[in-house]
């Protein structure tokens, strides 16, 4: 069987087939033929089907039978083989066959080649397939080259090194010396292998990068050459000398000078020297500008250099190019937290991305929204968010409504500004917000009896003109049911005006639903709007039954909303007996035949409710003491976790929801859930943080623990055992009642974590001994860096390195660093601190420790004056294919650190 006579033949042959079945055919002759040729010692015959057979791999065909001939042609002392034959090696082969130890011998005497190309074939082979056992046995031939007086050689021996210390991290030693000399070389090429080679030591070994800081002048040296250089044909992109080079100094130049004030004080000229210098009129100097900024947000920079770095973000942000908008969005989002007043400043523009037409500019443009909301920006920031909200996608909603509703109850100027303002997002995407806000909002309305009236008044005109949104419907029917005596009464706003009551005609049998296209009269008074609305509607006992038949009947009305339209029905009947209204009686009556309506209903939970509630208007005397109103319930912080985005309101629940059920209870009441003196960072997401997804936390604020009412229903205790389960994880020992936990509330100092009402099971360790000092600023001032063991166990070892902000008194920043003698891989570290203290945390540098690695994770604490920082660790890892769950407590800092 004879094949095409060269591969010019073949690509022909290939190229005139028709159908895929002709190529097919056409390749199989030829893989036939040219597995008979092999057969055959013929050297020009071998290097024809070589190629041909590449070919083939590259279209996807099977060419595996010829990794043996490739191992020939490398053999022979032919360059034009040689560089066939390791063309075919790297395609054909990678670093798990186990042909790959053939090659060994081959690479080691071409790497003493004395043609230097012949030594760059072997240099590139190994740089693309080299195994770990390939790279301990030509470490020292790639470490002699490294040392070469041709720059062609040095280049790529220096790519080959960064493999070896990727492969073999314990290697690294060996190439140190070498790499020094590299950063001293002239030539471009050369320049940029060493500077990648230096980037990846200091990136995984803490000590080396020490050890390199003394190189930052030079560095700084090379950086000026570039920016001052007029036009070089030979390294010019775009206008601008050799971009590439640029931006892996500037990578490096971050790593040095993390942490370490002296070195960042030598960068700091040349790096605002290249954000004023360069051209950002195209997209290589953008990518400059952006390595610029991230490097000077690295460091410890000057404020000023900070502030022009937030600037040129800002920048971008006005670009026209989607891409450099959206790494703006990024960035931001980052650092917000360290300067944000300088981002403050570019809030509109950030606004103006909400209408991006990029759904993904649009999500980090929201994120971003959220982190600049304050007490002085509120109103402005929230009525940009409610626009955003009318006209959003529906994956945003879910989120927007949760962050609209912390941000109101943390910021709101006022009580009333706040409702509104929940009332605003229960009417633009009452379907989308979770039990968690509707809970706050019903336990807010119930310690704000001021607002009661004015309250009740705007949900029943919202409830009357729709009813399509779930959870408007529950929190309107909830507070009409807790306080319709006062909406029949009538009252007063909060600021004392007397409110103006206007009878307006309104019959419910001719509303209909917002499809419909019409609309009732009470939405004439602008109630979809935040901020006052003084003219109400008179409301009589009839009304309110009407509205709860019509809720019942409604074609969005689902089993929750029944259950809860059946308990509001069953409490009307007991507000009108009590103002003793002129047609009591027959309401009662028709309560009393809509219950009896659902007592066969095929809904357990709906029956049963109808059944018991039916009973009780049999016996007066004791229906007056079921369905009085319910005691406000205890007030404390909104605790929300990750934001679901598809958990409507009502949904099952699952084990990372939160702990309590917050609404619809059988007694109509609103309990609440919190945990106690728990923060967490508010990553997103991140936002896979187990104590968040356990606790439901996604703010700082501290949150109380909830304590049990007297005579609690068996829904409570059911809620206090789970809170025992979840702390189970905690702690050794659960609390064993309430009132064991109440020392441990009242005494901060005994116990540390309260968690839920319980207490830690052990009290924490001593302050330990430093074991790393880092080197002091200068002579001058600042005190040294010291760095406290935090935890050491299966070849894992967490140090924990405080630093206190000069400009922001109790603030102390945290570096954890992560370091394994074996492989780590999954590794999720979470941090809780008692209620006194907040805590805020950034996502871990990465989740996989390589043996010899160091990874990093961000804290900021935020500690009362004179207070010890007390930490609980919760560390899950994976180690030799086991999965780790550990937790430890630290309290090993100074007890002056926040003097």
Not at 114 to 131: D, K, W
Not at 642 to 669: A, N, Q
Not at 830 to 837: E, F
């Amino acid at each position: 069987m004879s094949g095409h006579y060269n591969l010019k033949a073949l690509i022909k042959a290939i190229r005139s087939c028709k159908t895929l079945a002709d190529e097919r055919s056409v390749i199989q002759k030829e893989s036939a033929a040219i597995r008979t040729s092999f057969k055959e010692e013929d050297s020009f015959a071998r290097h024809n089907n070589i190629a041909k057979l590449l070919y083939i791999h590259m279209l996807g065909y099977p060419a595996h039978f010829g990794q043996i001939e490739c191992l020939k042609l490398v053999a022979s002392p032919r360059f034009s083989d040689k560089r066939l034959g390791y063309l075919g090696i790297m395609l054909l082969l990678d670093e798990n066959q186990e042909v790959l130890t053939l090659v060994t011998n081959s690479l080691k005497n071409d790497m003493n080649h004395s043609n230097m190309y012949a030594v760059g074939l072997a240099l590139c082979t190994f740089a693309n397939i080299s195994s770990e056992e390939m790279s301990r046995d030509l470490a020292n031939e790639v470490e002699k080259l490294l040392g070469s007086s041709n720059t062609y050689i040095r280049k790529k021996a220096a790519l080959c090194a960064l493999r070896i210390i990727r492969r073999v991290p314990e290697l690294m030693d060996h190439f140190t010396t070498k790499a020094k000399s590299l950063l001293q070389d002239r030539n471009h090429g050369v320049l940029l292998a060493g500077i990648t080679l230096v980037t990846e030591m200091c990136a995984a070994d803490q000590s080396v990068c020490d050890d390199f800081r003394q190189a930052t002048g030079m560095l700084v040296k090379h950086l000026k050459s570039l920016v001052g250089t007029g036009y070089s044909p030979e390294h010019d992109v775009g206008g601008i000398t050799d971009p590439f080079l640029q931006v892996k100094i500037l990578r490096l130049l971050r790593l040095l000078g993390r942490g370490d004030a002296r070195a960042s004080e030598e960068m700091n000229d040349i790096l605002a020297q290249v954000a004023t210098n360069t051209d950002a009129s195209k997209n290589v100097g953008n990518s400059i500008l952006y390595e610029t900024v991230l490097t000077v947000l690295e460091i410890e920079a000057d404020e000023g250099l900070r502030v022009m770095a937030i600037n040129i973000l800002g920048k971008f942000l006005s670009n026209r190019d989607n891409n450099i908008r959206y790494v703006a969005l990024n960035t931001l989002n980052k650092v917000v937290s360290m300067d944000t007043n300088a981002v403050q400043r570019h809030r509109n523009t950030i606004l103006d991305c909400l209408r991006d037409g990029d759904i993904s500019i649009r999500r980090r443009a929201l994120e971003l929204s959220y982190a600049l909301i304050n007490e002085s920006n509120i109103r402005v920031m929230t009525r940009e968010l409610l626009a955003f909200l009318e006209v959003a996608d529906n994956e945003f909603k879910l989120g927007m409504t949760t962050q609209i509703s912390l941000a109101a109850e943390r910021f709101a100027p006022n009580k009333r500004w706040q409702i509104d303002t929940v009332l605003r997002v229960l009417k633009l995407a009452g379907n989308y917000v979770r039990e968690e806000i509707l809970s706050s909002f019903i336990r807010l309305v119930c310690h704000t009896p001021e607002l009661q009236f004015y309250t009740t008044q705007r949900l029943y005109s919202a409830l009357s003109s729709d009813l399509s949104q779930d959870s408007l419907t529950l929190a309107s029917v909830w507070i009409i049911g807790e306080f319709a005596d006062v909406l029949l009464q009538g009252g007063t706003i909060d600021d004392g005006e007397e409110v103006k009551q206007h009878t307006v005609s309104h019959t419910l049998a001719s509303l209909r639903y917002p499809d419909e296209g019409r609309t009732h009269p009470s939405a004439l008074y602008h109630c979809s709007d935040p901020g006052p609305a003084l003219i109400v509607i008179q409301v009589s006992d009839s009304d309110l039954v009407d509205l709860m038949e019509l809720v019942l009947n409604s074609p969005y009305a689902n089993t929750l909303i029944r259950q809860f339209v059946l308990t509001a029905a069953s409490k009307l009947s007991a507000r009108f007996a009590e103002l003793s209204t002129p047609n009591a009686s027959m309401q009662q009556d028709r309560i009393a035949v809509i219950l009896a309506s659902f007592s066969s209903n095929l809904e357990l939970e709906i029956q049963q409710r109808a059944v018991e509630f039916g009973s009780l208007f049999t016996r007066p005397d004791v229906k007056a003491g079921v369905l009085e109103r319910m005691p406000p319930p205890e007030i404390r912080a909104t605790i929300m976790g990750t934001v679901s985005e598809r958990k409507p309101v009502g949904s099952t629940r699952t084990d990372k929801d939160s702990i309590v059920d917050l609404i619809g209870d059988d007694s109509g009441s609103a309990p609440s859930a919190g945990s106690n003196g728990i923060s967490v960072p508010t990553t997103g997401p991140s936002t896979q943080d187990l104590l968040a997804d356990i606790f439901g936390t996604g703010g700082d604020e501290p949150v109380s623990a909830p304590v049990p009412p007297a005579g609690s229903t068996p829904a409570a205790a059911s809620a206090r055992s789970a809170n025992a389960d979840i702390l189970s994880l905690f702690s050794s020992s659960a609390p064993t009642s309430a009132a064991s936990a109440a020392p441990a509330v009242a005494s901060q100092s005994g116990a540390l974590f309260d968690m839920m009402g319980g207490q830690s099971s052990a009290p924490p360790p001593q302050a330990q001994a430093p074991t790393q000092v880092q080197p002091s600023v200068g002579a001058g001032a600042k005190p040294q860096l010291q760095s406290y063991p935090a935890y050491e166990k299966n070849g894992l070892k967490i140090t924990l390195t405080p630093k206190v902000s000069p400009t922001q008194p109790g603030v102390v920043q945290i570096l954890a660093r992560f370091t394994a003698t074996e492989g780590v891989q999954g590794v999720n570290f979470q941090v809780a601190v008692p209620k006194t203290q907040q805590l805020q945390m950034q996502a871990m540098s990465s989740a996989d420790i390589l043996p010899g690695a160091t990874e990093t994770q961000q804290m900021r604490v935020l500690v009362p004056a004179g207070a010890q920082i007390r930490l609980r660790m919760r560390i899950t890892y994976t180690r030799g294919g086991q999965n780790v769950t550990d937790q430890q407590d630290f309290a090993g800092f100074p007890a002056d650190l926040t003097k």
